[in-house]
T-cell receptor, first 115, second 117 residues
């Protein structure tokens, strides 16, 4: 079955530690995205990539970094500079830009908490 | 300011009843409007995408309407089931003024629906 796989499902971060969230898709989509979801808020865009080796900052990129070395993979690193990292992180992909008429496909998220 | 407002914030209904969720937006220029269903602890799943020229779109027991003049959309759920318990998210796509492929997605905060037996 085609889809998006995020791992791990739960992740704990210690003070001063960087952690990396994995996102893999086998939908052959060019575009991939990372969102952050906090209780009572809409999804907020962290980073997006429309093609391999290229990515753009979203609305809340500070304290995060990404890479896009392969079409299938778009890992997100939450750095120690992100002071409030506790949230539900969602990865998505689409066949064209998210603002087109094709839906985004989402993974089942990673819940990150502070130890 | 580009915004998507959803109402109600939460809703409880009995199994078998119908319900309607509302979405008002102030996004311009408009490209399309999407409804997603998000089960607790899972990622959102697309229900419908509606462009400017579409007034109604159905997906099983889910029917979305769009009034581009008043910038309002609704999602109607017919004969609700326990599995309909979820958050429903309205998302509006904004296309850049010069008509290029770059744009923006504005997410609503969602309506949390609980269906009780």
């Amino acid at each position: 079955d085609g889809g998006i796989t995020q791992s791990p499902k739960y992740l704990f971060r210690k003070e001063g530690q960087n952690v990396t969230l994995s996102c893999e898709q086998n939908l052959n989509h060019d575009a991939m995205y990372w969102y952050r979801q906090d209780p009572g808020q809409g999804l907020r865009l962290i980073y997006y990539s429309q093609i391999v080796n290229d990515f753009q900052k979203g609305d809340i990129a500070e304290g995060y970094s990404v890479s896009r070395e392969k079409k299938e993979s778009f890992p997100l690193t939450v750095t120690s500079a992100q002071k409030n990292p506790t949230a539900f992180y969602l990865c998505a992909s689409s066949n064209e830009g998210a603002w087109g008429n094709q839906p985004q496909h989402f993974g089942d998220g990673t819940r990150l908490s502070i130890l | 300011k580009n915004q998507v407002e959803q109402s109600p914030q939460s809703l409880i209904i009995l199994e078998g009843k119908n319900c309607t969720l509302q979405c008002n937006y102030t996004v311009s220029p408009f490209s399309n409007l999407r409804w997603y269903k998000q089960d607790t602890g899972r990622g959102p799943v697309s229900l419908t995408i509606m462009t400017f020229s579409e007034n109604t779109k159905s997906n099983g027991r889910y029917t979305a309407t769009l009034d581009a003049d008043t910038k309002q959309s609704s999602l109607h759920i017919t004969a609700s089931q326990l599995s309909d318990s979820a958050s429903y998210i309205c998302v509006v796509s904004q296309r850049r003024y010069y008509g290029g492929s770059q744009g923006n997605l504005i997410f609503g905060k969602g309506t949390k629906l609980s269906v009780k037996p």
